[in-house]
């Protein structure tokens, strides 16, 4: 089977380019539910590439509430085989600071209440998958050559800790999550990465810091703050999964 790429949409990123040229967009409905919004299905750098925003065209679904089984299941049914998904995230590390892009290595999970596993005995299938590196190695070092290529500074590696939301942390909150090794904090990285996991499709995830985290910055953190740096850099991230696609052989 031919590899075929999905790009999952994080905060600020809705659309793709202008180059994506769309050939279909339908809501998908899955034996899950719905997906947040449209797939959409075109060609971008010359390949045939799918795009799913997360949040929904214009960030109506918070990070709780979206339907992760749904649009990961709707991509697996077109055989999507690589996701490149793209999350913001606030920093606590001091390499993290706002507007730095990041290829997280590994994540903890703090949330709950969410549907996260495909086998949750409903089906009579029950595995356990092995998630020691939650994200594909090879897609990591695809995307990693695509930034030394274009010059694009990019952090590899850090352990992306996933919070429920939709609030901010505490600023102890924030200090735990650093002893426990967090560098960057976000609220959609699970349960999506494992269930990529359990359909055996390739993701990694490209990162935005949109603000230092509670208790590291010196000020309170704003929308507004985030909505600016958001703003700034979310054509960076367009720009690094462009230049990703259009360096891998398909
Ligand atoms: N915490 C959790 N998720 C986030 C943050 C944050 O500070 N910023 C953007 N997403």
Redesign the pocket.
Known sequence: MADLYAVIGG?GLYTLDEQFQIESAEKLQTPYGDTSTELQIGLWQGHRVAFLPRHGASHQVPPHKINYRANLWALKNIDITHIIAAN???GIDSRYGPLALGLPDQIIDYTSNREHSFFDGESGEVEHIDFTQPYSQTLREAIIRAARKSHSDLIDGGTYGC?N?PR??TAAEIKKLKMDGCSI???TGMPEAALARELDIEYASIVLV??W??GIGDKA?TMEE?TTVLRQGVDNIRQLVSDTLSQVKI
């Open positions: 905060s913001a995230v606030g919070t939301g901010l942390e904090v976000g609220m949109v603000n985290c509670a953190i985030i």
